[in-house]
T-cell receptor
Framework: DAGVIQSPRHEVTEMGQEVTLRCKPISGHDYLFWYRQTMMRGLELLIY????????DSGMPEDRFSAKMPNASFSTLKIQPSEPRDSAVYFC????????????FGPGTRLTVL | LAKTTQPISMDSYEGQEVNITCSHNNIATNDYITWYQQFPSQGPRFIIQGYKTKVTNEVASLFIPADRKSSTLSLPRVSLSDTAVYYC????????????FGKGTHLIIQP
């Protein structure tokens, strides 16, 4: 398996623009997680899905952020409108029932909002 | 979720054994202890998980005393490539829960 795939790897945009981050989880994994990492706040959970259904979105910073999982092999995290404080590395992770009981993280998307 | 405390940074040399201790005084009965490793520009990677006593895999060992209020990650004979941030997490153990990462321990291995 190719692991968790994220695109794009790098995104530079201007304040006010819409940004869409994409994730393909490991096949067969039924949990998908979105995290954000910054120097100041470290790694934070934003939202996670089970069987394509959002379970906990309490970490989503505000209404400008939205996430969807239309099917088991694809998820998006959208920021509209983007702001400079959204600059961070966004990670997607997936989990299945196979051992070890670990989440597998993608390579991340480095977002820079100017 | 149980709060964890671990050193902000550690230094060691190639070939040495490195032990990173994590405190988790309010660990719950159902909680497991899990360690992740993160290299620069990469996502975290699972290293090891345990509930009590000792667990060993091909990468590391995890020592957990009887009271489970702390745990120690042991990396045998480290190399430069072990330079990374190591996170100690405490929770119900399944990857089905959102993970709460602390600051982690920045381990620097020198030649």
């Amino acid at each position: 398996d190719a692991g968790v795939i994220q695109s794009p790897r790098h995104e530079v945009t201007e304040m006010g623009q819409e940004v869409t981050l994409r994730c393909k989880p490991i096949s067969g994994h039924d949990y998908l997680f979105w995290y954000r990492q910054t120097m100041m706040r470290g790694l934070e959970l934003l939202i996670y899905f089970n069987n394509n259904v959002p379970i906990d979105d309490s970490g989503m910073p505000e209404d400008r952020f939205s996430a969807k999982m239309p099917n088991a092999s694809f998820s998006t995290l959208k920021i509209q409108p983007s702001e400079p404080r959204d600059s961070a590395v966004y990670f997607c992770a997936s989990y299945g029932t196979s051992a070890p009981p670990a989440q597998y993280f993608g390579p991340g998307t480095r977002l820079t909002v100017l | 979720l149980a709060k964890t405390t671990q050193p902000i940074s550690m230094d060691s040399y190639e070939g040495q054994e490195v032990n990173i201790t994590c405190s988790h005084n309010n660990i719950a009965t159902n909680d497991y202890i899990t360690w992740y490793q993160q290299f620069p520009s990469q996502g975290p990677r699972f290293i090891i998980q345990g509930y009590k006593t000792k667990v060993t895999n091909e990468v590391a060992s995890l020592f957990i005393p009887a009271d489970r209020k702390s745990s120690t990650l042991s990396l045998p004979r480290v190399s430069l490539s072990d330079t990374a941030v190591y996170y100690c997490l405490v929770g119900t153990g399944g990857g089905a829960d959102g993970l709460t990462f602390g600051k982690g321990t920045h381990l620097i291995i020198q030649p």
